[in-house]
C-alpha cells in the first residue's frame, strides 16, 4: 500500500527546477495524483465465468493505484455452462490467479454458491462476512469501495446483514444495458440475471452510494488475440495462463468468430476506471424506473486507448519481471 511516506519521498525527488519549468496545469494535475491514497478496494468477481475477469483481477493486483483488500469469489449460475459448484470454480480461477501472481496473502473468501430469493433475505457466506468487516474497519470519513464484477450476491448480503455498513461502502457494479441520452435502462443483461434481487436491494437501499459500469460502455474496451499472444505468450506463468484461459474457452454466445480474435474486456473497463477515474466519465442519473428513485453515478464513456495502454504498461512490467 502506499503511504504518507512514499508519497513525501515523490515529492522529494522532485527538484525546485524541475517543478518551475511544468506548466502550472501539468503541476496541479501530477501533484494530484501523486497525492491520491490507493483506493482500499474489493474485488468480487465470477471469475470462472468469462475470460475478462481473469484479465481484470491481474491488473487490479497491479496497479498502484488501488489497494486490494481482498479478493472474493460470485456465482454465476445462469450460464449454460454453469456446473453445481460455479462459486468453487470462480474460487479456484482467483487463487490461481494470485498464486501465479505471489498474492495469496491477500484474503481471499468464498461468496455465495445461491442468488438472494427475496431483496431482503440474505445468502450468508464468508465473502459477505469478509465485506462488512472490512467496511466496518474503515476510519471515519473513508469508504470500502466493491468492484462488483458479476451478480451481486455477496454485497448485497453483506448490506442486508449489517445495515451499519451502508456508509462506510461504495458499491461499483458492472450491469445493466443502459441509454444516457434517454436514460433508459435493461436489466436483460448477464450479471443482473444471476442476481436480479441483489441489485434491487442494492439500488433500493437509501444511503448508499451506488455506481454503475454499464455493459453498454464497458462492451468498447476490446482486446485482440495478436496484441494479447505478443504482451503475454510464452513469457511468464501468468501470461500463459490468460492465454491459454483466452484459446480454450467456448465462447457459446459468438459463434461468428469461431477464432476468438477478439474480445470484450467488459470487468477491465471498471477496475481501470476505479484506479484512474481521468479514464472515464460519469454522468449523475436517475435509477431504474421499477427500482427506488434516487440519483447514482453512471459511467458514460470510457477512453478505451488510455485503459489499453495503461493496462499493458502495466502487465508488461509484470510479465517482464519474472
Same mark, same amino acid.
Given at each position: 500500500?502506499?503511504t504518507?511516506?512514499?508519497?513525501?519521498?515523490?515529492?522529494?525527488?522532485?527538484?525546485?527546477?524541475?517543478?518551475?519549468s511544468l506548466?502550472?496545469?501539468?503541476?496541479? *494535475?501530477?501533484?494530484?495524483?501523486?497525492?491520491?491514497?490507493?483506493l482500499?478496494?474489493?474485488?468480487?468477481a465470477d471469475t470462472?465465468n468469462?475470460?475478462d475477469?481473469?484479465?481484470?483481477?491481474?491488473v487490479?493486483l497491479?496497479?498502484?493505484?488501488l489497494?486490494?483488500?481482498?479478493?472474493t469469489s460470485?456465482?454465476?449460475?445462469t450460464s449454460?455452462?454453469a456446473?453445481?459448484?460455479t462459486?468453487?470454480?470462480?474460487?479456484?480461477?482467483?487463487?490461481?490467479?494470485?498464486?501465479?501472481m505471489? *498474492?495469496l496473502?491477500?484474503?481471499?473468501?468464498q461468496?455465495?454458491?445461491?442468488?438472494?430469493?427475496?431483496?431482503?433475505?440474505?445468502?450468508?457466506?464468508?465473502?459477505?462476512?469478509?465485506?462488512i468487516?472490512?467496511?466496518?474497519?474503515?476510519p471515519?470519513?473513508?469508504?470500502?469501495?466493491?468492484?462488483?464484477?458479476g451478480?451481486?450476491?455477496?454485497l448485497a448480503?453483506?448490506?442486508v446483514m449489517?445495515p451499519?455498513?451502508?456508509?462506510?461502502?461504495?458499491?461499483?457494479?458492472?450491469g445493466?444495458?443502459?441509454?444516457?441520452?434517454?436514460?433508459?435502462?435493461?436489466k436483460?443483461?448477464f450479471?443482473t440475471?444471476?442476481?436480479?434481487?441483489?441489485?434491487?436491494?442494492?439500488?433500493?437501499?437509501p444511503?448508499l452510494?451506488?455506481?454503475v459500469?454499464?455493459a453498454s460502455?464497458?462492451?468498447?474496451l476490446?482486446?485482440?488475440?495478436t496484441?494479447?499472444?505478443?504482451h503475454?505468450k510464452? *513469457?511468464?506463468g501468468?501470461?500463459?495462463?490468460?492465454?491459454n484461459?483466452?484459446?480454450?474457452?467456448?465462447?457459446?454466445?459468438?459463434?461468428?468468430?469461431k477464432?476468438?480474435?477478439?474480445w470484450?474486456?467488459?470487468?477491465v473497463?471498471?477496475?481501470?476506471?476505479?484506479?484512474?477515474?481521468e479514464?472515464?466519465?460519469k *454522468?449523475?442519473?436517475q435509477?431504474?424506473?421499477?427500482n427506488?428513485?434516487?440519483?447514482?453515478d453512471?459511467?458514460?464513456a470510457?477512453?478505451?486507448?488510455?485503459?489499453?495502454?495503461?493496462?499493458?504498461?502495466?502487465l508488461d512490467?509484470?510479465?517482464?519481471?519474472?
Open positions: 500500500m502506499r504518507m511516506t512514499s508519497r513525501r519521498h515523490f515529492l522529494s525527488t522532485l527538484s525546485a527546477a524541475s517543478l518551475s506548466a502550472p496545469a501539468t503541476l496541479s *494535475k501530477l501533484l494530484r495524483i501523486s497525492l491520491r491514497d490507493p482500499p478496494l474489493i474485488i468480487d470462472a468469462e475470460v475477469d481473469l484479465f481484470a483481477l491481474a487490479g497491479l496497479a498502484p493505484e489497494n486490494i483488500v481482498g479478493v460470485a456465482q454465476w449460475h449454460p455452462q456446473p453445481a459448484d462459486v468453487g470454480k470462480s474460487q479456484a480461477f482467483n487463487e490461481d490467479i494470485m498464486r501465479l505471489d *498474492k496473502s491477500v484474503p481471499h473468501p461468496g455465495s454458491n445461491h442468488p438472494m430469493v427475496k431483496p431482503h433475505r440474505a445468502q450468508p457466506s464468508d465473502a459477505a462476512q469478509f465485506i468487516a472490512q467496511a466496518m474497519a474503515m471515519d470519513g473513508e469508504k470500502l469501495h466493491v468492484a462488483i464484477l451478480p451481486a450476491t455477496n448480503s453483506a448490506v449489517e451499519a455498513i451502508i456508509p462506510k461502502v461504495v458499491a461499483n457494479y458492472l445493466f444495458w443502459h441509454n444516457p441520452e434517454t436514460n433508459t435502462w435493461s436483460r443483461e450479471n440475471n444471476n442476481d436480479p434481487n441483489a441489485v434491487d436491494a442494492l439500488i433500493n437501499t444511503g452510494d451506488f455506481r459500469m454499464t460502455t464497458s462492451q468498447h476490446v482486446f485482440r488475440k496484441v494479447v499472444d505478443a503475454l510464452g *513469457k511468464s501468468l501470461g500463459d495462463y490468460l492465454v484461459r483466452w484459446g480454450t474457452f467456448d465462447r457459446y454466445w459468438q459463434p461468428d468468430d477464432e476468438k480474435t477478439k470484450i474486456m467488459w470487468d473497463a471498471l477496475i481501470l476506471a476505479l484506479a484512474y477515474p479514464m472515464a466519465t *454522468k449523475r442519473v435509477s431504474p424506473h421499477d427506488r428513485m434516487r440519483l447514482i453512471v459511467y458514460t470510457i477512453d478505451t486507448a488510455a485503459m489499453e495502454a495503461k493496462f499493458w504498461a502495466l512490467g509484470f510479465v517482464g519481471e519474472e
